[in-house]
Structures are given as C-alpha cells and as structure tokens.
Nanobody, 128 residues
C-alpha cells in the first residue's frame, strides 16, 4: 500500500506564494505518475499539475506559468510551488499517485481516473 500526506497549505494574500509538499510512503518503487488536484467549494475536482518518472510535466491551463511541480527523490516527496496566487486558486489540494512495476514508462496525466492513491488534502486560501 501507499500513503500520501500533504502539507504546506495555509492562507495567503493575492499575489503571494505557497509551496505544497506530499510525502509518499509504502511501496513506492517502480515507475510512477504523480499529480496535484484541487477542489473548490461547489466545484468539481480538477487537475492542477502532474509529473511522471521521466520528468515530463503537465499543467492545467489556469496555472500554467504560475505553478511548478517537482519531485524530491531523496525525500520521496512531491512538491507544488505556487506563485502569483489569486482568490480563484482557493481550494483543497490533493496529492495523487500511481506506481507501475511492469517495466513500462507511463506518462503524466491530469485525469483523476489515472491515479490509484490519494492524500487527504490540504487547504489553500487566497484572500484579495
């Protein structure tokens, strides 16, 4: 099994920055895809950013140029660096991951259905 624990959420003013972390533990060897999703009150969950084990990344249109996804392999952590935050970025942010052991490389994805493991979420609130 795999456990994902997010941290780094909080409150910030518009234009500010935050860095979210997701610590993965358990059976996390093999190739992977990992991603960040978010859900605002009354809205559907959507993909924010994703990365795969070859370092390929993908971003939702609304965060391109502002958010950066990265992975700290030494700490087995996924990082989301968020800059130029706006109130529209207010949401609960979830870390997600899938791991593969068949020897194939799987590309990054912003589709929820492509992920098997999910964290509990961390709240990000941006005030104007």
């Amino acid at each position: 099994q795999v456990q994902l624990v997010e941290s780094g959420g909080g409150s910030v003013q518009s234009g500010g920055s935050l860095k979210l972390s997701c610590l993965a533990s358990g059976y996390t060897s093999g190739s992977y895809r990992m991603g960040w999703f978010r859900q605002a009150p009354g809205k559907e969950m959507g993909g924010v950013a994703a990365i795969d084990s070859r370092g390929r990344t993908g971003y939702g249109d609304s965060v391109k140029g502002r958010f950066t996804i990265s992975r700290d392999n030494t700490k087995n952590s996924l990082i989301l660096t968020m800059n130029s935050l706006t109130p529209e970025d207010t949401a609960t942010y979830y870390c997600a991951a899938s791991y593969f052991f068949d020897g194939y490389s799987y590309t990054q994805s912003l589709q929820m259905s492509d992920y098997k493991f999910w964290g509990q979420g961390t709240q990000v609130t941006v005030s104007s």
